[in-house]
């Protein structure tokens, strides 16, 4: 059957399946009629409150049931969903918003209202949806209608929304590499203001399998393993950095999944050898895409260890890829070019950019018609057995911890702040081989690193604030007057801040455990993971020492979002407070 809309073929899963289980987050479940139930009656709420078909509805709210419950209700009603980031600062929620023309926000039914974005309706997300008229007329959406728009760095300096349909998601969600039962019951890890979340909640839920929430943080191996234990977890996504840390530190944790999914960056073919031998019978499978072609486009899954590089397949169905010379002409085998992707799951657009879509998105001269072609940004070339072989960017776009970062609009953030007269931003790596945001700067007076730092964290997700910051009296040029990338000098990544002690019980046992696994003499409050040369690898294992010293439920990602003793303090004492 093809199906119109999202919503039109989930409602087929409930009608085959009502009482499965569609989403699992701890002890709670809800069933397949659950959750029609319960986002049928807050797209009423939402219809209520003046959502119209194609009306952008943002959502800000953490990882739950109540989360996928909204999103439903938003495609339900007809919407297009804005998913946002709770990590994301203030002024970046509002931007992204404001450019989407967001008309209602769906928030956490506890979240302080004077925290929220601006914006003409907040609907809080939680009890008291038996009291809402359901919305039970099918979704009006059709195939080539908006689904959501998700932003992505963008190389002008701000935000940058594409626009994916429901053509797209059900493309992605329907696509034959899922079946077998490998993917039954799979695990949403990542943020939902990340593509790769499209996968974790699309491709359960329309196939009539589990959605398996995460707790809050990026989960060590330990804690993985008894996720998949506890819950029967049959698939999972892990970034292709996260993947490395995990093959190096705990390559068991996979075992008793069937298939594991990595990429956003090059797959570390060792990891994939350790990992296949830890965990016999796994399924480790490559994956390669873009929010434009609906996050994958192309797969290569992987039962026996890989040669010397992890190829990134072959194209999905209804994706087309091409490898193409600056003429836009076919090469040759093992010669390398530029990749393009066409077919049926392209992205309509940004919405808010009509003249970078048509840059980016092109007529498609070998499929006709009104066929387009994406423009990836990426090199590859194909193997002799007529797989595509990842070769690096052809843009300055670079991968931090598996997001998309344009280094221009990080220039943009750090640009703005008072007495810096130039900035450029590159991505090198660190002494584990892992690539990190570092700024240089010329400024016409003293800079105080850490305060432009704290400035930059206002406005920018963690992962583009930069590791490093380098203080230059001028940016060294070539000859002919641009900018030379080569004698940009390296960072020092000895400590900048003056030593502050510790006060509390907690501030010295964090003191002495970051010490501990960064190798350091002494570490003190205002002392930075990144600026002792810290890396996914360390994290793991100081949230590792975290959790067994303290008994504190943090994460990998908490580590990066708050790199020093003070702030990993402060949000510890946040979490022990809350109620």
């Known amino acids: 059957m093809q199906f119109e809309s999202i919503d039109q073929c ?28 319960r986002a049928g009656r807050l797209a009423g709420r939402l219809r209520d409150r003046g959502l119209r078909p194609g009306d952008v509805a943002a959502v800000l709210m953490r990882r739950s049931p109540d989360l996928v419950v909204a999103i439903l209700a938003v495609v339900r009603a007809g919407g297009c969903y804005l998913p946002v980031h709770d990590a994301y600062p203030p002024p970046r929620r509002q931007q992204v918003l404001d450019d989407a023309a967001a008309t209602i926000l769906l928030s956490d039914a506890d979240q302080d209202p ?31 209608d908006a689904a959501y728009v998700m932003y992505t760095s963008g190389s002008e300096g701000t935000p940058l929304g594409v626009l994916v349909s429901h053509r797209g998601v059900l493309g992605l969600a ?10 039954d019951r799979v695990l ?38 008894r996720l998949i234990e506890r819950h029967g977890v049959t698939a999972l996504h892990v970034t292709a950095g996260h993947f490395r840390v995990l093959a190096d530190e705990a390559p068991a944790c996979f075992a008793g999944a069937r298939e594991v999914l990595t990429g956003g960056d090059t797959i570390s073919a060792s990891a ?29 899954p992987m039962t026996d260890p890989p040669g010397a590089t992890v190829p990134v397949g072959r194209p999905l169905r209804d994706v087309r890829a091409y490898i193409l010379d600056d003429r836009l002409r076919p090469v040759g085998k093992d010669v390398v070019g530029d990749l393009y992707l066409g077919g049926g799951r392209l992205a309509i657009g ?8 048509a840059q980016r998105f092109l007529p498609d001269p070998f499929a006709g018609g009104d066929a387009r072609m994406y423009r990836t940004g990426d090199l590859a070339r ?42 450029v931003v590159t991505a090198r790596e ?43 009296d001028r940016l060294p040029l070539t000859p002919n007057g641009k900018l030379d990338r080569r004698a940009l000098p390296a960072p020092d990544t000895g400590r900048r801040a003056p030593y502050r002690p510790p006060v509390t019980d907690r501030q010295r046992v964090l003191c002495d455990l970051f010490a501990e696994v960064l190798q350091a003499d002494a570490v003190g409050l205002t002392d930075s993971f990144f600026d002792l040369d810290g890396q996914s690898l360390l994290a793991l294992r100081l949230v590792g020492r975290i959790r067994s010293e303290l008994l504190a439920e943090v994460g990998v990602a908490d580590i990066f979002d708050a790199p020093t003793v003070a702030e990993l303090d402060k949000l510890l004492e946040a979490r022990t407070t809350a109620p």
């Not at 050898?273 to 192309?298: D, H, I, K, N």
């Not at 940004?350 to 879509?357: F, H, K, V, W």
């Open 188 to 225: 949403m890890m990542a943020p939902h203001a990340f593509g790769v979340s499209t996968y974790e909640l699309w491709v359960p839920l329309l196939r009539g399998g589990t959605v398996v929430l995460a707790p809050p943080g990026v989960a060590d191996g330990p804690a993985l393993r």
């Open 174 to 183: 329907l696509d034959p590499c899922w079946d077998g039962g490998n993917h």
């Open 114 to 144: 004077g925290e929220l974005p601006r914006v003409r309706h907040v609907v809080p997300v939680g009890p008291g949806l038996d009291d809402c008229r359901p919305l039970d007329e099918p979704s009006p959406a059709r195939p080539h």
């Open 272 to 300: 994939v050898r350790r990992v296949l031998a830890a965990c016999p019978g796994l399924v480790v499978r490559a994956m390669y895409g873009a929010t434009e072609a609906s996050s994958f486009a192309t797969s290569w």
């Open 382 to 423: 194909w193997t002799a057995d007529g797989l595509i072989d990842h070769a690096g960017r052809a843009t300055e776009q670079v991968k931090i911890r598996g997001f998309r970062v344009e280094p221009a609009e990080v220039e943009n953030v750090l640009g703005g702040q008072p007495g810096l007269s130039d900035v």
């Open 10 to 37: 989930f409602r087929a899963r409930v009608r085959r399946d009502p009482h499965a289980v569609a989403v699992v987050s701890g002890d709670r479940r809800l069933t397949y009629r659950d959750l029609d139930e």
């Open 430 to 472: 660190g002494t584990a081989g892992e690539r990190r945001l570092v700024a240089y700067v010329v400024a016409a007076g003293p800079v105080d690193v850490d305060a432009l730092l704290a400035r930059t964290r206002e406005h920018l997700p963690s992962y583009m604030v930069p590791a490093d910051v380098v203080v230059l």
């Open 350 to 357: 940004y919405p808010s950019r009509p003249d970078l879509t």
